[in-house]
């Protein structure tokens, strides 16, 4: 479960979640509140076409996946699709067979001790149970050459649930708007636990360019339903955002980038680049503040959130409440630093890269705490914990290194300050991915993942990622 981008979106824009829990393979984080916005993300490259890709060119006949989730349940599956195309749409039927129960119900049924006729039907018996199967159907019509509307239905043969989904996008010259109605739409938390909404709808604007500049992000989500774990999960409480109402967000940013230092060194002639936007060795940074304002009508008002403690009341915010809706302000900031050596050309050790951001998510709690603890400094008095906590701001690093080839190794992790636990740094959801870039295609990459927290594994394939 991880975005692995080296994007600065990760910080403060939600993007979809990639997870082998469903065939889809897609959860939405649960919205924060006043950040993150929502959607906020352009057309990707669906599940489907991305194994598709993957047996059509890369000779894969099966592509592997592996999830544990819920109490006991491990499961490494087999996917294989099934494509039909012309040339305004693309239908797939993804299917998945779940090795791992297969195994385990073969060894719980006495399987190897039985006749060798026995043992035939003893397989095929249960390679006839439905429970080890799971089917996605998705079609992908192209309405205008800036319109995709995609349509997937998906069920798995051990669960009762169909999870139906239904996405437009539609490009503006400088945004992409996106629109999205599932049931029941997949939502995983911060500890990483999955909840299924019976239905939301979400709509997103958001700009295309990440240059420097002013940017307005707007989006509406709507949720409808009592929110229920994921299948086969024991959890707590579930979050107030995902609670039935409306919530509407808008964000008003500025950001920066500045090239403190850019490489003129003469690249070598006619070997291309393994990823062209990986060859130029540089040093970059870029800063973002930025002003958000939060709407919400119903039971997943921040009203709720308060008196459940996923929001604190205190800081210098604005708000607004009412019954069952609230309306808050805030301000927020990120600041990132980049660092690339080598090219990407020779065959070992030509690419090394590390990337670091800081984020202040609430600009309201932020001041609220350094005003404490200026305070207690100037009285001469110990600052409280709770104070210099509420200062201390979240971080993402991430570094790669080139093995040999197209092949390089990739580590991306949170990291925090606890000042509650006796080593005060926490480490956040660590992903472990291997990276082999396809060249032929000027900027694209197969990405094997491993997140051990969750203990998930994916293979995917990323365009145009940097």
């Not at 949720?223 to 086969?232: I, L």
């Amino acid at each position: 479960m991880k975005k692995l981008r080296w994007v600065m979106d990760g910080g403060f824009w939600d993007v979809d979640v990639s997870t082998p829990v469903t065939l889809d393979g897609l959860a939405r984080p649960v919205p924060g509140d006043p950040l993150p916005l929502g959607l906020s993300r352009g057309p990707r490259l669906s599940r489907p076409k991305q194994i598709d890709f993957f047996q059509r060119f890369m000779s894969m006949p099966f592509v592997p996946s592996f999830s544990h989730y819920g109490v006991g349940d491990v499961g490494l599956c087999l996917q294989r699709v099934f494509s039909l195309s012309r040339e305004t749409w693309f239908m797939t039927l993804l299917g998945q067979f779940n090795v791992q129960k297969f195994v385990t119900s073969l060894k719980m049924n006495g399987f190897g001790q039985e006749s060798d006729s026995s043992w035939l039907q003893n397989i095929r018996r249960h390679l006839s149970d439905q429970s080890f199967y799971g089917l996605n159907f998705c079609s992908e019509l192209l309405l205008t050459p800036d319109d995709i509307m995609t349509l997937s239905l998906e069920t798995h043969g051990d669960q009762k649930t169909l999870r139906k989904k239904a996405v437009l996008h539609h490009k503006f010259p400088r945004h992409n708007f996106t629109v999205e109605a599932a049931s029941p739409a997949l939502f995983v938390d911060q500890h990483g636990n999955y909840w299924d909404v019976p239905f939301a709808v979400a709509m997103d604007l958001a700009p295309i360019s990440s240059d420097s500049g002013t940017s307005c992000r707007f989006c509406i989500n709507h949720t409808a339903g009592t929110p229920k774990p994921y299948e086969g999960q024991l959890t707590s409480k579930a979050p107030a955002t995902l609670l039935s109402g409306l919530c509407a967000k808008c964000a008003i940013s500025f950001k920066k980038n500045v090239d403190i230092w850019r490489s003129e060194a003469p690249k070598m002639k006619m070997v291309q680049p393994y990823d062209i936007f990986l060859s130029s060795p540089n040093i970059s940074a870029s800063g973002i503040l930025g002003a958000v304002i939060t709407a919400s009508i119903g039971d997943n008002s921040i009203r709720a959130q308060v008196e459940d403690g996923s929001l604190s009341s205190k800081g210098f915010s604005l708000q607004a409440r009412g019954a069952n809706s609230a309306i808050l302000a805030d301000l927020f900031a990120s600041v990132s630093l980049s660092a690339q050596l080598g090219n990407f050309q020779k065959l070992f050790l030509d690419l090394t890269r590390f990337y670091a951001r800081i984020d202040i998510p609430s600009g309201s709690k932020f001041l609220s705490g350094a005003t404490r603890v200026a305070h207690d400094l100037y009285n001469s008095q110990v600052p409280s914990m709770q104070a210099v906590q509420e200062i201390c701001p979240t971080a993402s690093l991430s570094f790669q290194q080139q093995i040999a080839g197209p092949f390089s190794f990739r580590i991306d992790s949170g990291v925090t300050l606890d000042l509650k636990k006796d080593s005060y740094l926490s480490v956040n959801d660590p992903v472990f991915a291997v990276e082999y870039a396809l060249q032929v295609l000027g900027s694209a990459k197969a990405v094997a993942w491993y997140a051990p927290k969750q203990r998930e594994f994916m293979i995917e394939l990323r365009f145009f990622e940097t």
